[in-house]
């Protein structure tokens, strides 16, 4: 390979994006050297196995790779805004709808939430940490080193370009002879395998870890809806797994499960793909879900109604998910039979999400509701969602999804889900929990600005979408002549484009306002909330709860507030804490380099770091660390200075 | 660390017990796993193309000494476990070395296998067959050579600490997953060498 050929040339946008990330990489190494900030970062981020920082790290990635799937959709969105537009060529374009659609999913919506429960659901349960720190660590920088991987293509080699799903043919080398679909199978491995461990570790969590007198049927709603989408991870990722391993066989090592030809079969990828793909968007839901139904019943000054219906309903679209993924290629020829089973399927589904948004209802009914920032993300989300939902049971039947199949109906339909589920939810969230990892609120006012922008603008953009897919516009194609008349909508959608950029600028730039001038919190308790994690100082301490707190009933903190009952009458003793290890982190640097070689087939490099891999993980079984104790002493001056009082 | 003693030492810790855990349910994620491989290869079993069928390659001499192999080895596995249950370092150390030969042994006849049917003309590229056969086995063959060398490593660790809370739950851990590869190996001994010798 020529380096012409490894790096990607003659683009000008291209250019651009390569000069600015290096002037960013030279400033943070600068940045780093010059306020001699290497240590700090090693030691408090790089090394942590504290889920709270774990989780912010998750956080601040999420946010940057929204930002860089916004960009891409504003190109997608100024390039189709009028016809015959000349801004992106084909290849760009399908480079960059791909790319949009893969960083939003695994790489934006799932490490947001992943974030949001790292943070929160040990607190909710009165835990010290998840069950395996380390292990948690390693999730991490897995789906870290995933997430680079993934990014880089764009300037090394070229991006993946056959669509989020690359259906085959079309992923095959045969029609995608760049490396980018290599970028694809294996940085989506590479996270993949975080991404599965995280799911084992929460289910011990939540299973085993919870506080004396936490019963499952007392758990918070958001620490509800991550087991059971823990449990949809075990079932459905090693689906992907496979999937993707298969993939890389037939790109690298000439396999023939997709090809067209020695009796490969193009069909058994849809069927894989999906077979994970709808219960992947149930996995970014339902914890979306759970954060709606702590925020709604947080600031209606109510207890959530329905609480058993809440749990039924989950675990019946988890089981659900399963059963429905044909809807997705009705049109690729399995049969009316087939075809009729998995529309029944898909439209009970919204059977028991229905279920939810009545218990939202009348959680709300008669509540004294306080129109908070997180609160008017949560009520925005009801009807916009359902608007999501309506039009995918319209989807749903398979004869009428052969007239709405892949045209940009399908993309509004989703992005009305996407966007007012996982979207609004981890902005809703992560406003809400802002304070307990901070110590202080985000400010309201820049924050209801921010909302409204984005929440009128979404539906600026993608409303029209409806109307363009009904009038026969397809997704994914990169221009349209001016005859077919889709170029004022398209236009239209281009101006809610923007309305949101400045939506998400508003949003970042109020926690930059928010740092610099909000009071800071002492109470720990900011919004007068009702789970456990609003029982600890603000920031919260590495070992969470001086005293493991004692549950009993739900809401356990409300209760104890009202009745002006202690949470635990306990005295304080030393506690155990996991030490920090700096493996996890070496061993996502080696992962990321397996992958890269591996992507342009590099076979010594390549065996290299896979041997790299396994010695790491040698010495992570050989190191033997038993942690560290933290003095009572200590505990109760940190709970002081915290707190401003006695415990 | 609080230590239950009326427990095996395996469970004696609370981060004991949650590993053990943990690590079934890793193994109902393997379990997806290899059902998709066999889902995967029974769908493509019959597309074998212009290459050689199943049937036309399968030997069954090589595949029930490697059965045989395997079933010993989760049978010692399970010694080491009760040697160990008793206190006895050395002869759980013993039987995890009896153990990791087998497993070595079967993956030579594995490794051999691979070699004839390439030389009959199955390789990872002849069909769509060839390549879900060659993907289920290696995939198994992939666990069972990992498990060699986490197996190594555990034996290390035994005889530098003995038997301890640390070393017994792993070498307790191994043992599952030791036996979950017999348990894939019967299915596939089953479903993919019977089944295509009929
Ligand atoms: C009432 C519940 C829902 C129903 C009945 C439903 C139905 C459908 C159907 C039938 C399709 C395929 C349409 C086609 O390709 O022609 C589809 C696509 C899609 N749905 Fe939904 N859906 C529902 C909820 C959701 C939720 C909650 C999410 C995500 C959070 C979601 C995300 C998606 C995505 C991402 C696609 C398109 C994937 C692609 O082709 O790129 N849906 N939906
Ligand atoms: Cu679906």
Redesign the pocket.
């Known amino acids: 390979m020529k380096w012409d050929e490894f790096f990607v040339t003659g683009d000008p946008l291209i250019y651009g994006a390569m000069v600015s990330i290096v002037l960013v990489s030279l400033a943070i190494l600068f940045g780093l050297t010059y306020y001699k900030k290497w240590g700090y970062l090693w030691r408090e981020w790089l090394t942590t196995v504290d889920h709270k920082k774990i989780g912010v790290m998750y956080i601040i990635c999420a946010l940057l790779m929204l930002f860089r799937g916004g960009v891409d959709a504003l190109l997608m969105r100024a390039q189709t805004a009028a016809p015959e537009m000349k801004f992106l060529d084909a290849q760009h374009y399908n480079e960059i709808f791909t790319t949009h659609?893969v960083i939003m999913?695994l790489f934006m919506a799932m490490p947001f939430i992943f974030g949001l429960m790292n943070v929160i659901v040990p607190l909710q349960i009165g835990a010290r940490d998840v069950a395996f720190p380390k292990l948690n660590a390693i999730s991490f920088w897995l789906f870290f080193a995933g997430a680079m991987l993934f990014n880089i293509s764009f300037i090394i080699g070229g991006s993946p370009d056959a669509?989020?799903?690359a259906y085959f043919p079309l992923a095959s080398i045969e029609f995608s002879p760049t490396v980018g679909n290599n970028y694809y199978s294996l940085s989506l491995q590479i996270s993949g395998i975080g991404t599965l461990l995280t799911g084992v570790n929460f289910i011990v969590t939540i299973l085993k870890m919870r506080a004396p007198g936490m019963t499952l049927m007392r758990m918070p709603m958001f620490t509800w809806s991550v087991l059971i989408t823990c449990l949809i991870i075990i079932f459905a990722f090693p689906v992907l797994t496979i999937a993707l391993l298969l993939m890389m066989f037939d790109r690298l090592f000439g396999s023939q499960f997709f090809t067209m030809a020695n009796g490969g079969m193009d069909m058994l990828w849809a069927n894989l793909f999906w077979v994970w793909?709808?219960p992947e968007?149930?996995i970014?839901?339902l914890p979306?879900f759970g954060i709606f139904s702590e925020i709604i019943s947080t600031f209606a000054r109510k207890n959530l109604y329905g609480y058993t219906s809440m749990v039924m309903s989950m675990v019946v679209i988890s089981a659900l998910s399963f059963l429905?993924w044909a809807?997705?290629?009705?049109?690729m020829g399995q049969g009316a039979m087939v075809n009729g089973f998995f529309?029944i399927t898909?439209?009970a589904?919204?059977v028991p999400?229905?279920v939810k948004i009545f218990n939202w209802l009348f959680t709300l009914h008669k509540g004294r509701i306080s129109f908070t920032t997180p609160m008017l993300y949560s009520l925005a989300f009801i009807p916009i969602?359902t608007i999501?939902?309506?039009?995918?049971?319209?989807?749903?039947?398979a004869s009428a999804?052969y007239q709405?199949?892949?045209?940009m109906?399908?993309?509004a339909?989703?992005h009305y889900?996407?966007i007012p589920?996982?979207v609004f939810a981890v902005i809703a969230g992560f406003h809400y929990w802002f304070p307990k990892v901070f110590g202080f609120r985000l400010n309201e006012r820049l924050g209801k600005m921010a909302f409204w922008f984005i929440a009128i603008s979404f539906n600026v953009t993608f409303f029209p979408m409806f109307f363009l897919g009904l009038q026969g516009m397809t997704?994914r194609t990169y221009t349209y002549s001016e005859e077919t008349g889709f170029g004022p909508l398209n236009l239209l959608s281009m101006i809610g484009a923007i309305g949101l950029a400045i939506g998400f600028i508003l949003l970042v730039y109020n926690i930059y306002w928010s740092t610099r001038y909000q009071p800071r919190d002492k109470t720990g308790d900011p919004w007068d909330a009702r789970a456990l994690e609003w029982s600890t100082p603000s920031p919260v301490p590495v070992y969470n709860f001086a005293v493991t707190p004692k549950v009993k009933g739900r809401d356990a903190f409300w209760f104890a507030k009202k009745n002006n009952e202690p949470l635990s009458d306990e005295k304080i003793t030393k506690i155990h804490m996991p030490s920090n290890t700096g493996k996890p982190f070496v061993l996502g640097v080696a992962f990321f380099f397996l992958g890269f070689f591996l992507v342009f087939s590099w076979w010594t490099p390549s065996i290299i770091a896979g041997i790299a891999v396994l010695i790491i993980l040698a010495t992570m079984s050989f190191e033997r660390d038993h942690g560290y104790y933290i003095p009572a002493e200590e505990i109760v001056q940190t709970e002081q200075k915290l707190r401003g009082d006695t415990v | 660390m609080k230590i239950d003693a009326t427990q095996p030492l395996e469970y004696g810790t609370e981060e004991n017990r949650n590993r053990i855990f943990g690590f079934w349910l890793f193994l109902g994620a393997e379990i997806a796993l290899f059902a998709t491989l066999f889902t995967v290869y029974f769908v493509l079993v019959n597309r074998y193309a212009s290459g050689p069928s199943g049937a036309e390659i399968f030997e069954l001499t090589p595949v029930l000494l490697e059965t045989f192999l395997l079933l010993t080895s989760s049978f010692t596995i399970g010694l080491a476990i009760h040697a160990m249950r008793l206190g006895l370092k050395k002869q759980t150390m013993m039987f995890i070395v009896i153990t990791l030969l087998l497993g070595a042994a079967f993956l030579g006849i594995e490794i051999y296998e691979f070699f004839t049917y390439v030389h009959e003309g199955l390789t990872l590229s002849t069909s769509a067959f060839a390549s879900s056969l060659f993907t289920l086995l290696g995939t198994h063959g992939a666990h069972v050579a990992f498990g060699l060398l986490w197996g190594s490593v555990i034996l290390i660790q035994l005889k530098k600490h003995g038997l301890d809370h640390s070393t017994a739950n792993k070498s307790f851990i191994f043992s599952l997953y030791w036996h979950f590869l017999d348990v894939v190996w019967i299915f596939i001994f089953s479903f993919v060498y019977l089944k295509g010798l009929m």
């Open positions: 659609g999913i669509g989020w799903s793909g709808h968007v149930y970014v839901i979306a429905v809807h997705h290629f009705y049109t529309s898909t439209m589904i919204a999400t229905g969602f999501g939902g309506v039009t995918g049971v319209m989807l749903a039947m999804d709405y199949h892949n045209t109906f399908l993309v339909h989703f889900v996407l589920g996982a997704r």
